[in-house]
């Protein structure tokens, strides 16, 4: 069963591009929402985190939207580069811990042409 | 620089055999766990420990077991490797932020 259920499975962007990710989840137990990068070769990164008590975080291009009441979180990466061609995955944590057990997404290959 | 290193980065074994994967970390963290990781299912989690010689299921645990004897060391053991466990396999610790090593690609024969 498939907590956390992530969508596009590939996504295909032009540079300069906005590419966006979605996550929806069903647990209303979980309240730590990070996003992970994996490049080729190397395991998952965090990337940027949220937690419910806000309903957008922003770091840099990346942009965590959060949608409580719709049980929806989705990634935005705006001016889509080339370097960041990667595998992202949603991810979810109840117990409010940035440290403990994650439930992932099942991941989406993004791929930003020059 | 912290890390969370893995014995083997790819490992070929044979239906039955049992296996051993290895993770280390040198970040002094209490946490650490093992996830596997297969295309269009993401990360699944198999064992976690919270503290020496404390370990608890995952979602996945079925054909595994583990072992934590030192706080820097977490062991994945499958006792009689199948096909279906063919996969990546990825070692992580957490303290304040989890961090993953860069993962064991097993192959089953």
């Known amino acids: 069963q498939q907590q956390v259920k992530q969508s596009p499975q590939s996504l295909i962007v032009q540079k300069g591009g906005i590419s966006i990710i979605n996550c929806a989840y069903e647990?209303?137990?979980?309240?730590?929402f990070p996003w992970y990068q994996q490049f080729p070769g190397k395991g998952p990164a965090l990337l940027i985190a949220?937690?419910?008590?806000?309903s957008e975080k922003k770091e840099g291009r990346f942009t965590i939207s959060f949608n409580k009441s719709a049980k929806q979180f989705s990634l935005h990466i705006m001016d889509s580069q080339p370097g960041d061609s990667a595998t992202y995955f949603c991810?979810?944590?109840?117990?409010?811990?940035?440290?403990?057990?994650?439930?992932f997404g099942q991941g989406t290959i993004l791929t930003v042409h020059p | 620089d912290v890390k969370v290193t893995q014995s083997s980065r790819y490992l070929v074994k044979r239906t039955g055999e049992k296996v051993f994967l290895e993770c280390v970390q040198d970040?002094?963290?209490?946490?650490m766990f093992w996830y596997r990781q297969d295309p269009g299912l993401g990360l699944r989690l198999i064992y976690f420990?919270?503290?020496?010689?404390?370990?608890e299921k995952g979602d996945i645990p079925e054909g595994y077991s583990v072992s934590r004897e030192k706080k820097e060391r977490f062991s994945l053991i499958l006792e009689s490797a199948s096909t279906n466990q063919t996969s990546m396999y990825l070692c992580?610790?957490?303290?304040?932020?989890?961090?993953f090593g860069p993962g064991t690609r097993l192959t089953v024969l």
């Open positions: 949220i937690r419910p008590d806000v």
């Open positions: 992580a610790s957490s303290y304040r932020e989890i961090i």
């Open positions: 991810a979810a944590n109840a117990g409010g811990t940035s440290y403990g057990k994650l439930t």
């Open positions: 970040m002094d963290h209490e946490n």
């Open positions: 420990s919270y503290d020496v010689k404390m370990k």
């Open positions: 647990n209303t137990a979980f309240d730590y």
